[in-house]
Structures are given as C-alpha cells and as structure tokens.
C-alpha cells in the first residue's frame, strides 16, 4: 500500500511528459512488437503501464486485446482519459503490484508481455522471484516477451528509488531457461530533463508447448 500511494502521489505530481521515463513514441518496443508474429486479437500485457504511450501506439496498429496493468491508479487514469471511449473499451484496465501480484495472477495466454522500466525497481529476491513466476504462469507457450531495464551503465536510481541495473544474460536468468532470448541492444534514452539513461531492450520467445 506505501508503494502504491508513492507512485499514485508521483504520477499526480507532475504532467506525463515531465515523468522520467516518457516517450512521446516508445519507438525501440515497437521495434520489437514488430519481430512477434501477433494478431489483431492477440492478448498483449503492459506491465508499469502507467501513463506511457505504448498502449496508444498498440491501438493505432489495431490491436483489440489489451492490458494495462499497474501499481498506480492514478496513472492508469490518465491513461484512460487520453484514450477516446472506443479506444479504452478495448483495454483491461489491472490495478497490481507486480511484486505482490493478486488481481494480476488470473492473466493467462497472454501472447506479449511488455515491461519497460518495471523490472528494475524490484530489488529483494522475493520480488524478483513473485514478478518471474507471474510472467511464467500467463505467457502462453511461444508467446513473447519483452523487457527493456536500465543496463549495468545505467543510473542506480530512479525517480527516488534504489533500481537493479541488468544486461541481456541477466534478463534472460530472470525469465528462466524456458525463455529463449532472440534479440537484445543497448538504447540510451534522453529523459525530459536532458539526462541520458542507458537501457537494455531484450526480446524472448517461450518455448512452444511440447508436442504430446
């Protein structure tokens, strides 16, 4: 509950493209939507939602099946109200905590699980260990993820909080062994403030289920 009213009293704070992470086009995610062979009626999961464009960039492409799932509902509500109503009724909206998952564990076949600067703010190993699980239990066998963190040269903070800093090996141990990774880069993202963050996109495949 302290987690979330920080995040909520964050995201009130200030305006969307004042927060640190904004991107006014997440171009280097789309990349990587792009190298997923999804559909229209694919179900794709924005886990750290928050107010990012992502989730606009997806509906622009067609996508119908959506979740934006975060631990702020105050920044799932700024969302929302950027999205005209059509455009909303095609998105599950999930209040979590990504580290003490409850409404979020019901998500199965999921065929994209998308994570931009979540994963870094988990830092004890039961975190770690609650988030993993949570990915492995609803991406559907040969589903996708892909998880962007700040990389081993990157900031050791952010937005006031402590992070764990990551290279593409590492991202893959979280996933696990069932995770294959396919694609991995550097990106050094400039924050509104003109600060460069250094960031390590990684692009993974859940093995397809085994034949019977």
């Not at 509902?73 to 909206?93: E, N, Q, Y």
């Not at 065929?111 to 830092?123: E, G």
């Not at 988030?131 to 903070?157: C, E, M």
């Amino acid at each position: 509950m302290a987690m979330q009213q920080y995040w909520d009293e964050f995201h009130t704070g200030r305006p969307t493209d004042k927060t640190g992470w904004w991107e006014e086009t997440p171009e280097k995610s789309l990349l990587l939507v792009d190298r997923c062979d999804l559909a229209p009626d694919d179900l794709v999961v924005d886990a750290g939602a928050g107010s990012s464009t992502f989730t606009d960039s997806l509906l622009d492409r067609g996508f119908r099946r959506l979740v934006a799932l975060d631990i702020s509902k105050a920044a799932l509500d700024v969302l929302r109200a950027r999205l005209a109503p059509d455009r909303a009724a095609s998105v599950r909206w999930i209040v979590d905590d990504l580290a003490h998952p409850v409404a979020a564990r019901k998500l199965r076949d999921v065929s994209l699980w998308h994570d931009r600067a979540v994963l870094h703010f988990l830092i004890s190993e039961e975190e770690r260990a609650a988030y993993a699980n949570l990915v492995r239990q609803a991406v559907k066998p040969g589903g996708y993820a892909i998880l962007a963190a700040f990389s081993l040269t990157g900031a050791p903070d952010c937005s006031g909080l402590p992070v764990r800093n990551y290279d593409a090996g590492m991202l893959a141990e979280f996933l696990g062994a069932d995770f294959a990774l396919l694609e991995s880069f550097d990106h050094v993202y400039i924050n509104p403030s003109g600060a460069p963050r250094p960031y390590v996109y990684a692009l993974f495949r859940r093995s397809p289920r085994p034949a019977s």
